[in-house]
C-alpha cells in the first residue's frame, strides 16, 4: 500500500507560531518586571539608609560608626572617633573603618537586620555602603566634589542606574542628589572610576550611584 506524507497545514502552523509568540512576550514581560523590581528595591536601600541613619542619630546623639560611645553600650562593638565624619571609603575592607563600623552600629542599634561590619548587597549584588565625601576620594572627586555624607550602591547595569537617578532626582549623573560614575574596573571600585557627565545605555556600561543623605 502507497503511503502519503502529510505536512502540517498553514493554520497548524499559525497556531504554533501564536503560541511561540505569546510565550516569549511573556518571558519579555515576565524580565521587565524582575528588572522593574530591583529598580524599586535599590530605591528603598538609599531611603532604607537614610531612615536608619536619621533614626540612630535622633535616638543616640551620634552618628553610627563614628559613635564615641558605642564601645560602652554594646559589648564588644568599637567605638568611632566622634569627629562628626563617617572615616573610609563606602566600599572599604577594613573592618575598623568608621564607614564599616557604621553597618555594625545600626545592626546592634537595631536599624538595621544581621550582625558584623560587613557591607550589604543590593538587588543586582553591587555593594552598598556609606562614607563622608571629600576631595581626597575618588569617589567624591569622580562624583563632583560630594563633601556630605553619602550612600553608594554599586555594580549597576545602565538601564537600572538611569531608572534609579531618574525616579529619584534629575537623570543627569553630575549633577543633583544623586550621582554616577562609570564603572573602568572592578565589581565595586573607588580607583579608576571616570566621572560620568550623561548616561549611556550600551547594554554593557555599569555604574555606582550615589546620593547625599
Known amino acids: 500500500m502507497k503511503r502519503t506524507q502529510q505536512g502540517f497545514t498553514l493554520v497548524e ?30 530605591i528603598a536601600d538609599f531611603s532604607g539608609v537614610s531612615a536608619a541613619y536619621y533614626g540612630y542619630q535622633d535616638r543616640y546623639r ?17 567605638a568611632g572617633s566622634g569627629n562628626g565624619q563617617v572615616a573610609g571609603l563606602y566600599n572599604s575592607q577594613t573592618a575598623t573603618d ?7 552600629h545600626l545592626r546592634r542599634s537595631g536599624f538595621v537586620a544581621g550582625a558584623g561590619t560587613q557591607q550589604p548587597f543590593n538587588a543586582v549584588t553591587g555593594l ?32 537600572i542606574a538611569i531608572a534609579v537617578d531618574t525616579q529619584m532626582d534629575d537623570g543627569v549623573p553630575n549633577t543633583g542628589t544623586v550621582r554616577g560614575q562609570l564603572h573602568t574596573g572592578g565589581p565595586n571600585p ?20 550615589c546620593r547625599s543623605v
Not at 128 to 156: D, E, K, M
Open 62 to 78: 551620634a552618628i553610627p560608626g563614628d559613635d564615641p560611645n558605642a564601645a560602652t553600650r554594646w559589648s564588644g562593638a568599637t
Open 128 to 159: 552598598i555602603g556609606v562614607q563622608t565625601g571629600n576631595g581626597a576620594s575618588p569617589v567624591a572627586a569622580a562624583l563632583g566634589g560630594f563633601v556630605s555624607l553619602i550612600v553608594c550602591s554599586a555594580n549597576l547595569p545602565d538601564k
Open 98 to 104: 568608621e564607614s564599616r563600623l557604621w553597618w555594625d
Open 13 to 42: 502552523i499559525a497556531i504554533v507560531l501564536v503560541i511561540i509568540g505569546l510565550l516569549l512576550g511573556g518571558i519579555l514581560k515576565g524580565q521587565e518586571m524582575i528588572t522593574q523590581a530591583k529598580i524599586k528595591n535599590i
Open 190 to 209: 573607588d580607583i579608576a572610576t571616570t566621572a560620568a557627565s550623561s548616561f549611556a545605555e550600551t547594554g554593557a556600561n555599569v555604574y555606582t550611584l
